[in-house]
């Protein structure tokens, strides 16, 4: 195997890479969010024209109780990548010191990424 470039190193301490284990977490996490704006972009480009509001939250107490102009379908997946980078960040400050934490943060971001993308689609289904 070929000795990985020096910027590629730099690039897994920053996110707290340091085993094979949290690069596939790693990857699990973006290729989830990387769905999930896909599928965000997919809904709203077919309905680009008629968007004026979009229902956003609906919960069985009230109803649709969160109604936003149709860019807000964005926050969803715009949390989601916030969510990885700061867990990201926060895995690799802290595997400096403890190498344990950064499979337990980036196995919590995988968690996240999913719950972030089943609130996206549950908005998506609200206005299909």
Do not use: Q
């Not at 020096?6 to 790693?26: C, D, F, H, Q």
């Not at 969010?33 to 919960?59: D, E, K, N, P, Q």
């Not at 960040?89 to 950064?102: C, D, I, T, V």
Request: aromatic content about 16%.
């Amino acid at each position: 195997m070929p000795p990985r470039a020096y910027g590629e190193r730099k690039i897994e301490r920053l996110l707290g890479i340091n085993s094979r284990a949290v690069e596939l977490m790693a990857s699990v996490a973006m290729g989830i969010l990387a769905a999930h704006w896909l599928l965000v972009m997919w809904f709203t480009l077919f309905r680009l024209g008629s968007l004026r509001f979009l229902r956003l939250h609906y919960s069985a107490s009230l109803g649709v109780d969160w109604i936003g102009a149709w860019w807000m379908i964005f926050i969803f997946p715009a949390f989601g990548l916030a969510l990885f980078f700061v867990n990201a960040y926060f895995a690799g400050a802290l595997s400096k010191r403890y190498r344990l934490f950064s499979p337990v943060i980036m196995s919590l971001t995988i968690f996240l990424e999913v719950v972030t993308a089943i609130g996206g689609v549950a908005a998506l289904l609200l206005n299909g």
